[in-house]
């Protein structure tokens, strides 16, 4: 029997404040443990939460770029659960009445759109964190996480392979960078991913019973972790035995789930309106106000890069992924760089660099008006290819501007046809052999006796000219 998978995500964005969504205590990562709390973000009897305005605003701006109705009223509940790391002995969310609601993300996979559908996003605070593994034994809780702004998005069952939740996770973490609400770390936390998985029959219109893989933390982990939890489901369903419902923690060491814990329905929880939190109230004004302020989206960008600037759809992909590189792309166009040399240096130069160093391209030595100018002076022929992959190797290193590299090292293009002519008639002179079929038609030698020449120039002489020397000196 052949199966397919039905796979939905939930995904936990955490919001880009500076402070927590219910009390001024500070989000930064990697601070001291237990340092960056407060009595109300660590339950202490008799506070109250105020909510954060600016959470409220990042969840619309997310629901706005999912193409979701965004909710004019809607409600926190209290999560009712007993763990170490949530010291209240419960989670501020929301449930019956979420912030977002019925929208949807357009994904690509072997060159074919789909929709995915956004069920709902809501708001919610973090949890803390458990600290295993002391030399005493102990196990410690840092609550400098609880409190953190997420929203929670919820896919619809659309997702259907590995590949596809893949692809979900890459394009919803581009959404989420380019609104500037979300930093997109999927190692340091901030981007977690679970992921809801069944298999059914192919053809069946009835869905199989779902397991929970809890907090996938990378693009490759999503994928591996689906694969392997849809073949093992396979596996028992064609042993003859039942799919368990229950939540499943991903091994990346071994490329294995294994089980965690049975899934908890959502009665389990005891939701309830949070008496403390009033009901939200957001105006049509407030959300036009925010829909006008949206920034032009990553697929937005690179059919626009496609359309207007006539990029392949490869490299419009690469150059529209990240905010930051796209909007570097556009400042060397307009400073009057060719569009396709500016992709065609960027992708396999800058990119590469910043790549390999693990910065951003907006921390780049090399400035978009210097590679304009380089790439001005590559199209017009005064530099030529080879040596300007030296030049901008040096601009990167340096920050210097390609004048005066050129200069110092020594790099300049031989342009006077008087001393190229010695050149020529030096090559030509020790090859009569390729002289003499050259003369007789096979032109194909040009590139030859122009590698020659360059190697005798160290790559510095003009080649439109030594072009035309040769031709010259072949009556040609």
């Given amino acids: 029997m052949r199966y397919e998978a039905v796979i939905g995500l939930e995904i936990h964005a955490q919001m880009l404040t500076d402070s927590k969504i219910f009390c001024g205590c500070s989000t930064k990562f990697g601070a001291e443990p237990n340092s960056q709390t407060c009595p109300v973000c660590t339950g202490m009897p008799g506070v109250l939460p105020v909510l954060n305005k600016r959470v409220v605003e990042y969840a619309i701006k997310a629901g706005l770029a999912l193409d979701c109705d965004i909710s004019r009223h809607s409600r926190f509940a209290r999560k009712n659960y007993f763990y170490p790391d949530l010291p209240k002995g419960y989670q501020i969310s929301q449930y019956e009445l979420p912030i977002c609601e019925n ?160 899934k908890e329905e959502a009665h389990d929880y005891r939701y309830f309106p949070d008496p403390d939190l009033v009901p939200l109230e957001v105006s049509e004004d407030w959300i036009a106000e925010i829909r006008r302020a949206m920034p032009e989206l990553p697929g937005q960008k690179k059919d626009r890069f496609m359309r207007e600037i006539g990029l392949p759809e490869h490299d419009a992909d690469i150059l529209s992924e990240e905010r930051d590189v796209a909007e570097w792309f556009e400042h060397v166009i307009k400073e009057g760089a060719d569009a396709k040399s500016a992709a065609n240096w960027m992708i396999n130069e800058l990119l590469r660099l910043v790549g390999d160093e693990g910065i951003q391209v907006s921390e780049s030595k090399v400035k978009p008006d210097q590679l304009a100018r380089m790439l001005v002076l590559i199209d017009d022929g005064t530099i030529i290819g080879k040596i300007a992959k030296k030049v901008f190797s040096k601009m990167y290193e340096t920050g210097m501007e390609h004048g005066k590299i050129v200069e110092e090292e020594g790099l300049e293009q031989i342009s006077d046809s008087s001393e190229l002519e010695g050149i020529v008639d030096k090559v030509l002179g020790s090859n009569p052999d390729e002289v003499e079929r050259f003369k007789g038609g096979d032109h194909k030698l040009m590139g030859f006796f122009v590698g020659h020449i360059m190697k005798e120039t160290k790559g510095k002489a003009n080649p439109k000219l030594v072009n035309e020397l040769i031709r010259k000196k072949m009556g040609s």
Avoid at 159 to 171: D, K, L, Y
Avoid at 225 to 238: G, N, P, T
């Fill in 103 to 262: 929208g949807h993300i357009d994904i690509v996979t072997e060159g074919k759109s789909r929709k995915v559908g956004i069920t709902r996003i809501h708001m919610e605070e973090d949890a803390g964190k458990n600290l295993h593994g002391s030399e005493k034994g102990y196990s410690y809780v840092d609550l400098n996480r609880t409190g953190v702004p997420l929203i929670e998005i919820v896919t619809e069952p659309d997702i259907r392979t590995p590949a596809e939740a893949a692809v979900f996770m890459r394009t919803l973490r581009s959404i989420v960078r380019y609104l500037g609400v979300c930093d997109g770390n999927m190692e340091q936390g901030s981007l977690r991913c679970d992921a809801n998985v069944s298999v059914r029959p192919e053809g069946a219109d009835e869905l199989g019973t779902k397991a929970e893989i809890k907090n996938i933390n990378s693009f490759r982990f999503v994928e591996k972790a689906v694969e392997y939890e849809i073949k093992r489901q396979i596996s028992v369903i064609e042993d003859g035995g039942s799919v368990v419902q229950e939540t499943r923690l991903f091994d990346s060491e071994k490329g294995t789930t294994h089980s965690m814990r049975s």
